[in-house]
Protein backbone atom coordinates (compact mmCIF):
# COMPACT_ATOMS: atom_id res chain seq x y z
CA UNK A 1 0.00 0.00 0.00
CA UNK A 2 1.03 3.57 -1.01
CA UNK A 3 1.29 6.37 1.28
CA UNK A 4 -2.36 8.65 0.90
CA UNK A 5 -1.53 11.05 -1.07
CA UNK A 6 -3.69 14.51 0.25
CA UNK A 7 -5.49 16.19 -2.75
CA UNK A 8 -6.20 20.25 -2.72
CA UNK A 9 -7.92 21.55 -6.09
CA UNK A 10 -7.19 24.74 -7.41
CA UNK A 11 -10.24 27.14 -7.14
CA UNK A 12 -9.12 29.20 -9.78
CA UNK A 13 -7.67 27.08 -13.52
CA UNK A 14 -5.80 28.86 -15.02
CA UNK A 15 -6.53 28.89 -19.06
CA UNK A 16 -5.09 26.11 -20.98
CA UNK A 17 -3.56 27.14 -24.37
CA UNK A 18 -5.44 26.76 -27.51
CA UNK A 19 -5.17 23.34 -29.24
CA UNK A 20 -3.34 24.35 -32.40
CA UNK A 21 -1.37 27.53 -31.57
CA UNK A 22 2.57 27.51 -31.24
CA UNK A 23 3.28 25.53 -27.65
CA UNK A 24 6.21 26.46 -26.80
CA UNK A 25 8.80 23.77 -24.88
CA UNK A 26 8.60 24.11 -21.25
CA UNK A 27 6.87 27.55 -20.49
CA UNK A 28 3.47 26.86 -19.59
CA UNK A 29 2.50 24.96 -16.58
CA UNK A 30 -0.80 22.96 -15.42
CA UNK A 31 -3.05 23.75 -12.37
CA UNK A 32 -1.70 21.26 -9.75
CA UNK A 33 1.76 20.31 -8.57
CA UNK A 34 2.89 16.92 -6.40
CA UNK A 35 4.70 17.71 -3.39
CA UNK A 36 6.79 16.10 -0.33
CA UNK A 37 9.35 16.36 2.42
CA UNK A 38 11.92 14.73 3.74
CA UNK A 39 13.42 15.60 7.53
CA UNK A 40 15.79 13.07 9.13
CA UNK A 41 14.44 10.61 11.20
CA UNK A 42 11.31 10.94 9.83
CA UNK A 43 11.55 9.97 6.43
CA UNK A 44 9.91 11.36 3.25
CA UNK A 45 6.92 12.29 4.93
CA UNK A 46 3.03 14.54 3.78
CA UNK A 47 3.03 13.55 0.21
CA UNK A 48 0.15 16.31 -1.16
CA UNK A 49 -0.94 17.61 -4.60
CA UNK A 50 -1.91 21.10 -4.48
CA UNK A 51 -2.35 24.53 -6.63
CA UNK A 52 0.76 24.93 -9.17
CA UNK A 53 2.26 28.30 -7.02
CA UNK A 54 5.12 29.79 -6.27
CA UNK A 55 6.26 28.64 -2.36
CA UNK A 56 8.27 30.23 0.35
CA UNK A 57 11.89 29.06 0.93
CA UNK A 58 14.67 30.04 3.11
CA UNK A 59 17.06 32.29 1.68
CA UNK A 60 19.82 30.11 3.24
CA UNK A 61 18.35 27.12 2.59
CA UNK A 62 21.42 24.89 1.42
CA UNK A 63 20.62 24.73 -2.31
CA UNK A 64 20.95 28.24 -3.12
CA UNK A 65 24.51 28.02 -1.80
CA UNK A 66 25.52 24.16 -1.92
CA UNK A 67 23.84 23.08 -4.82
CA UNK A 68 22.20 19.79 -3.62
CA UNK A 69 19.61 19.66 -6.50
CA UNK A 70 18.76 17.03 -8.78
CA UNK A 71 15.87 15.93 -11.48
CA UNK A 72 14.34 14.00 -14.14
CA UNK A 73 12.36 14.52 -17.35
CA UNK A 74 9.55 12.43 -18.88
CA UNK A 75 6.52 12.82 -20.60
CA UNK A 76 3.06 11.93 -21.06
CA UNK A 77 1.30 11.32 -24.23
CA UNK A 78 -2.36 11.41 -25.24
CA UNK A 79 -3.48 8.64 -27.34
CA UNK A 80 -5.68 8.14 -30.51
CA UNK A 81 -8.29 6.32 -28.28
CA UNK A 82 -8.03 9.13 -25.67
CA UNK A 83 -5.86 7.38 -23.19
CA UNK A 84 -2.83 8.49 -21.69
CA UNK A 85 0.63 6.79 -21.90
CA UNK A 86 3.83 7.27 -19.41
CA UNK A 87 7.16 5.97 -21.40
CA UNK A 88 9.35 3.81 -18.94
CA UNK A 89 8.47 6.54 -15.58
CA UNK A 90 10.11 3.84 -13.43
CA UNK A 91 13.52 3.81 -14.63
CA UNK A 92 13.06 7.95 -14.30
CA UNK A 93 12.41 7.34 -10.39
CA UNK A 94 15.30 4.58 -10.64
CA UNK A 95 17.85 7.25 -12.24
CA UNK A 96 17.01 9.96 -10.17
CA UNK A 97 17.91 7.57 -6.93
CA UNK A 98 21.13 7.32 -8.57
CA UNK A 99 21.73 10.99 -8.75
CA UNK A 100 20.60 10.81 -5.09
CA UNK A 101 23.28 8.88 -4.41
CA UNK A 102 26.06 10.80 -5.94
CA UNK A 103 24.64 13.78 -4.17
CA UNK A 104 23.78 12.59 -0.83
CA UNK A 105 20.11 13.02 -1.20
CA UNK A 106 17.72 10.31 0.80
CA UNK A 107 16.49 7.87 -1.23
CA UNK A 108 12.41 7.86 -3.18
CA UNK A 109 10.69 4.78 -3.74
CA UNK A 110 10.37 4.49 -7.13
CA UNK A 111 7.19 2.71 -7.21
CA UNK A 112 5.94 5.33 -5.28
CA UNK A 113 6.93 7.92 -7.65
CA UNK A 114 4.68 6.56 -10.47
CA UNK A 115 2.00 6.32 -8.11
CA UNK A 116 2.20 9.68 -7.65
CA UNK A 117 3.07 10.57 -10.94
CA UNK A 118 0.26 8.91 -12.40
CA UNK A 119 -2.34 10.66 -9.80
CA UNK A 120 -1.10 13.78 -10.72
CA UNK A 121 -1.16 13.44 -14.86
CA UNK A 122 -4.65 12.12 -14.19
CA UNK A 123 -6.11 14.94 -12.19
CA UNK A 124 -4.36 17.45 -14.95
CA UNK A 125 -4.96 15.48 -17.71
CA UNK A 126 -7.26 17.83 -19.78
CA UNK A 127 -4.00 19.67 -20.23
CA UNK A 128 -2.38 17.03 -22.48
CA UNK A 129 -2.01 18.35 -25.50
CA UNK A 130 -2.77 15.92 -28.65
CA UNK A 131 -0.88 17.90 -31.77
CA UNK A 132 2.13 16.33 -33.84
CA UNK A 133 5.22 16.51 -31.32
CA UNK A 134 3.03 17.92 -28.49
CA UNK A 135 2.90 16.24 -24.94
CA UNK A 136 2.43 16.72 -20.97
CA UNK A 137 6.72 16.98 -19.83
CA UNK A 138 6.85 15.42 -16.52
CA UNK A 139 9.53 17.14 -14.41
CA UNK A 140 10.03 15.78 -10.95
CA UNK A 141 13.16 17.01 -8.59
CA UNK A 142 14.77 17.06 -5.62
CA UNK A 143 16.25 20.53 -3.77
CA UNK A 144 18.42 20.69 -0.14
CA UNK A 145 15.86 23.05 2.27
CA UNK A 146 18.41 23.21 5.48
CA UNK A 147 18.86 27.40 5.84
CA UNK A 148 21.93 26.54 7.04
CA UNK A 149 25.43 28.41 6.21
CA UNK A 150 28.13 24.98 6.15
CA UNK A 151 29.12 22.21 3.86
CA UNK A 152 27.41 19.17 4.37
CA UNK A 153 24.60 17.17 3.39
CA UNK A 154 21.05 18.61 4.33
CA UNK A 155 19.46 17.57 6.88
CA UNK A 156 15.77 18.02 4.77
CA UNK A 157 14.63 18.11 1.19
CA UNK A 158 11.74 18.78 -0.77
CA UNK A 159 10.52 16.22 -3.32
CA UNK A 160 8.44 17.53 -6.44
CA UNK A 161 6.67 17.49 -10.01
CA UNK A 162 5.48 19.91 -11.88
CA UNK A 163 3.78 19.66 -15.28
CA UNK A 164 4.14 21.24 -18.28
CA UNK A 165 2.04 20.75 -21.50
CA UNK A 166 4.85 21.32 -24.13
CA UNK A 167 4.90 21.23 -28.42
CA UNK A 168 8.50 20.09 -29.81
CA UNK A 169 11.62 20.58 -28.00
CA UNK A 170 13.39 22.17 -31.19
CA UNK A 171 11.16 24.33 -33.20
CA UNK A 172 12.34 22.78 -36.46
CA UNK A 173 10.90 19.54 -35.69
CA UNK A 174 12.93 16.63 -36.81
CA UNK A 175 14.98 18.60 -39.54
CA UNK A 176 18.70 17.87 -38.90
CA UNK A 177 20.59 19.98 -36.44
CA UNK A 178 23.77 21.70 -36.62
CA UNK A 179 26.01 20.55 -33.76
CA UNK A 180 29.55 22.11 -32.41
CA UNK A 181 31.86 20.18 -31.27
CA UNK A 182 33.33 21.60 -27.55
CA UNK A 183 37.25 21.57 -27.18
CA UNK A 184 37.93 23.62 -24.95
CA UNK A 185 35.83 23.32 -21.78
CA UNK A 186 34.83 19.85 -20.99
CA UNK A 187 31.21 18.84 -19.50
CA UNK A 188 32.26 16.15 -16.58
CA UNK A 189 35.15 13.48 -15.84
CA UNK A 190 35.06 9.81 -14.38
CA UNK A 191 33.96 10.04 -10.79
CA UNK A 192 32.16 13.55 -11.12
CA UNK A 193 28.83 13.54 -11.71
CA UNK A 194 28.14 13.65 -15.56
CA UNK A 195 26.27 10.41 -14.98
CA UNK A 196 23.60 12.48 -12.59
CA UNK A 197 21.11 15.04 -13.75
CA UNK A 198 21.90 17.34 -11.24
CA UNK A 199 21.97 21.29 -11.75
CA UNK A 200 25.15 21.97 -11.46
CA UNK A 201 26.23 19.72 -14.64
CA UNK A 202 24.04 21.92 -16.67
CA UNK A 203 25.01 25.26 -15.61
CA UNK A 204 28.06 24.23 -16.44
CA UNK A 205 27.47 23.84 -20.01
CA UNK A 206 25.89 26.86 -20.28
CA UNK A 207 28.97 28.84 -22.02
CA UNK A 208 29.63 26.32 -24.35
CA UNK A 209 25.81 26.61 -25.37
CA UNK A 210 26.43 30.21 -26.08
CA UNK A 211 29.80 29.78 -27.72
CA UNK A 212 27.69 27.42 -30.33
CA UNK A 213 24.83 29.21 -30.58
CA UNK A 214 27.10 32.52 -31.80
CA UNK A 215 28.74 30.44 -34.26
CA UNK A 216 25.49 29.58 -36.08
CA UNK A 217 25.08 25.79 -33.84
CA UNK A 218 22.56 24.58 -31.47
CA UNK A 219 24.09 22.39 -29.76
CA UNK A 220 27.25 21.35 -28.18
CA UNK A 221 29.02 17.67 -28.56
CA UNK A 222 30.94 17.33 -25.47
CA UNK A 223 34.39 15.18 -25.35
CA UNK A 224 35.92 13.83 -22.28
CA UNK A 225 37.66 15.59 -19.62
CA UNK A 226 40.79 14.31 -19.84
CA UNK A 227 41.85 13.83 -23.24
CA UNK A 228 39.81 16.05 -24.46
CA UNK A 229 39.14 13.28 -27.43
CA UNK A 230 36.06 10.79 -26.93
CA UNK A 231 32.64 12.31 -27.68
CA UNK A 232 30.64 11.94 -24.97
CA UNK A 233 27.34 13.12 -25.20
CA UNK A 234 25.19 15.90 -26.69
CA UNK A 235 24.19 19.12 -24.59
CA UNK A 236 20.16 17.74 -23.82
CA UNK A 237 21.06 14.26 -25.28
CA UNK A 238 23.37 11.03 -25.85
CA UNK A 239 24.76 10.96 -29.03
CA UNK A 240 24.67 7.89 -31.55
CA UNK A 241 26.01 7.32 -35.17
CA UNK A 242 25.23 4.42 -37.82
CA UNK A 243 28.86 3.70 -39.11
CA UNK A 244 29.01 0.70 -41.59
CA UNK A 245 25.28 -0.11 -40.96
CA UNK A 246 26.05 -0.62 -37.14
CA UNK A 247 24.61 1.61 -34.73
CA UNK A 248 27.88 2.46 -32.84
CA UNK A 249 27.39 5.19 -29.58
CA UNK A 250 29.33 5.89 -26.70
CA UNK A 251 29.76 3.48 -23.67
CA UNK A 252 28.27 4.56 -19.97
CA UNK A 253 31.82 5.43 -18.22
CA UNK A 254 30.62 7.27 -15.32
CA UNK A 255 30.74 10.57 -17.42
CA UNK A 256 27.52 9.95 -19.84
CA UNK A 257 23.98 9.93 -18.49
CA UNK A 258 22.53 6.58 -19.21
CA UNK A 259 19.79 8.09 -21.38
CA UNK A 260 16.42 6.36 -21.62
CA UNK A 261 15.48 7.25 -25.00
CA UNK A 262 19.12 5.75 -26.02
CA UNK A 263 18.66 2.86 -24.07
CA UNK A 264 15.33 2.37 -25.66
CA UNK A 265 17.19 2.99 -29.24
CA UNK A 266 19.46 0.66 -28.74
CA UNK A 267 16.69 -1.81 -27.66
CA UNK A 268 14.89 -1.63 -30.60
CA UNK A 269 18.24 -1.43 -32.64
CA UNK A 270 18.80 -5.48 -31.19
CA UNK A 271 15.00 -6.39 -31.84
CA UNK A 272 15.65 -5.52 -35.44
CA UNK A 273 18.97 -7.25 -35.83
CA UNK A 274 21.01 -4.46 -36.01
CA UNK A 275 24.58 -4.88 -34.59
CA UNK A 276 25.17 -2.23 -31.54
CA UNK A 277 28.30 -1.32 -30.12
CA UNK A 278 28.77 0.46 -27.36
CA UNK A 279 32.40 2.06 -26.84
CA UNK A 280 34.85 4.91 -26.60
CA UNK A 281 34.57 7.29 -29.71
CA UNK A 282 37.74 9.42 -30.94
CA UNK A 283 36.41 12.65 -32.78
CA UNK A 284 38.54 11.59 -35.23
CA UNK A 285 37.15 9.00 -36.21
CA UNK A 286 34.14 10.31 -36.42
CA UNK A 287 35.47 12.75 -38.96
CA UNK A 288 37.25 10.61 -40.65
CA UNK A 289 34.15 8.46 -41.60
CA UNK A 290 32.09 11.32 -42.21
CA UNK A 291 34.87 12.05 -44.82
CA UNK A 292 34.92 8.56 -46.68
CA UNK A 293 31.39 8.32 -46.53
CA UNK A 294 31.64 5.70 -43.65
CA UNK A 295 29.55 8.07 -41.31
CA UNK A 296 25.68 7.44 -43.28
CA UNK A 297 24.02 9.09 -39.97
CA UNK A 298 23.94 10.54 -36.91
CA UNK A 299 20.92 11.78 -34.41
CA UNK A 300 20.81 12.51 -30.81
CA UNK A 301 18.46 10.58 -28.42
CA UNK A 302 16.91 12.03 -25.45
CA UNK A 303 13.08 12.63 -23.60
CA UNK A 304 12.68 16.34 -24.54
CA UNK A 305 13.48 15.82 -28.61
CA UNK A 306 13.21 11.98 -28.95
CA UNK A 307 15.36 11.73 -31.89
CA UNK A 308 17.21 14.67 -33.33
CA UNK A 309 19.25 13.65 -36.74
CA UNK A 310 22.67 15.76 -37.18
CA UNK A 311 23.33 17.44 -40.68
CA UNK A 312 26.64 19.20 -39.74
CA UNK A 313 29.06 18.19 -37.12
CA UNK A 314 31.79 21.05 -36.91
CA UNK A 315 35.51 20.27 -35.42
CA UNK A 316 38.06 22.89 -35.04
CA UNK A 317 38.47 23.57 -39.08
CA UNK A 318 36.76 20.67 -39.82
CA UNK A 319 33.18 21.06 -40.75
CA UNK A 320 31.11 17.65 -42.34
CA UNK A 321 27.71 17.02 -43.39
CA UNK A 322 25.98 13.94 -42.81
CA UNK A 323 23.40 12.37 -44.84
CA UNK A 324 23.19 15.71 -47.20
CA UNK A 325 21.64 17.33 -44.35
CA UNK A 326 18.76 15.09 -44.25
CA UNK A 327 17.08 12.71 -41.86
CA UNK A 328 18.25 9.03 -42.19
CA UNK A 329 16.57 5.63 -42.77
CA UNK A 330 17.45 4.40 -38.58
CA UNK A 331 16.41 7.70 -37.57
CA UNK A 332 13.43 8.12 -39.21
CA UNK A 333 12.32 4.20 -38.08
CA UNK A 334 13.52 5.35 -34.56
CA UNK A 335 11.46 8.19 -34.35
CA UNK A 336 8.40 6.91 -35.74
CA UNK A 337 8.47 3.90 -33.62
CA UNK A 338 9.20 5.03 -30.62
CA UNK A 339 6.92 8.29 -31.04
CA UNK A 340 4.68 5.94 -31.88
CA UNK A 341 4.69 3.72 -29.27
CA UNK A 342 4.25 6.59 -26.96
CA UNK A 343 0.66 7.88 -28.66
CA UNK A 344 -0.53 4.52 -28.66
CA UNK A 345 -0.32 4.56 -32.72
CA UNK A 346 2.52 1.49 -32.85
CA UNK A 347 2.67 -1.31 -31.13
CA UNK A 348 4.54 -1.95 -27.56
CA UNK A 349 6.15 -4.98 -28.34
CA UNK A 350 9.06 -3.93 -26.08
CA UNK A 351 6.43 -3.60 -22.88
CA UNK A 352 7.80 0.16 -22.78
CA UNK A 353 4.40 2.18 -21.81
CA UNK A 354 2.18 1.97 -18.81
CA UNK A 355 -1.54 4.08 -18.90
CA UNK A 356 -2.14 6.35 -16.48
Known amino acids: MFPAISITKTTAPKAKPVPGESLPFGKFFTDHMFIMDYAAGEGWINPRI ?59 DPDFCVHATKVLVDLDKD ?13 P ?18 FMIILSPSG ?50 VQVLWLDG ?11 MNIIFIIDGKLVTPELNGSILPGITRRSCIELA ?50 ITINKNQIGPVAQLFYDTITGVQKGAVEDKLGWTIKV
Open 226 to 236: IEQKYIEEVGS
Open 168 to 217: AYYPQGINPVKIYVEDTYVRAVRGGTGFTKCAGNYASSLIAQEIAHKNGY
Open 50 to 108: EPYAPFLIDPSAMVFHYGQAVFEGLKAYRCQDGSVNLFRPQLNFERINKSDERLVIPAL
Open 270 to 319: KSLHMEVEERRISIDEIIEAGKNGRLTEAFGSGTAAVISPVGELKYEDHV
Open 141 to 158: FVIATDPYLGVRASDTYR
Open 127 to 139: WIPSGDGESLYIR
